[in-house]
Nanobody, 121 residues
Framework: QVQLVESGGGLAQAGGSLRLSCAAS????????MGWYRQAPGKQRELVAT???????NYADSAKGRFTISRDNAKNSVYLQMNSLKPEDTAVYYC???????????????WGQGTQVTVSS
């Protein structure tokens, strides 16, 4: 079993910064891509950023130039540095990881429980 635990959400003012962290634990053999997604009230969950095990990154247009995704493979962790925050960044942010476990034959997607980010104007 794999658990993803997020931290670092909270309240920020427009123009401010927050840093999200997500740590994976459990019977992990390896982790492929990791990423952050978000879901605002009344909207579908959307991609924010992803990062491969080799460090290649991909960002949603809304995140480019403001957010930076990084990971620490030794700690099975992924981070999201969010700068120049806007009220429209308000959402629940979810961590995602493709994890190969001891019991499985392939990687499966796992999700964290979500962390609330609220940006006030």
């Amino acid at each position: 079993q794999v658990q993803l635990v997020e931290s670092g959400g909270g309240l920020a003012q427009a123009g401010g910064s927050l840093r999200l962290s997500c740590a994976a634990s459990g019977s992990i053999v390896s982790i492929g891509a990791m990423g952050w997604y978000r879901q605002a009230p009344g909207k579908q969950r959307e991609l924010v950023a992803t990062i491969t095990s080799g460090g290649n990154t991909n960002y949603a247009d809304s995140a480019k130039g403001r957010f930076t995704i990084s990971r620490d493979n030794a700690k099975n962790s992924v981070y999201l540095q969010m700068n120049s925050l806007k009220p429209e960044d308000t959402a629940v942010y979810y961590c995602n990881a493709g994890v190969l476990t001891i019991a499985a034959l392939r990687r499966y997607d796992y999700w964290g429980q979500g962390t609330q980010v609220t940006v006030s104007s």
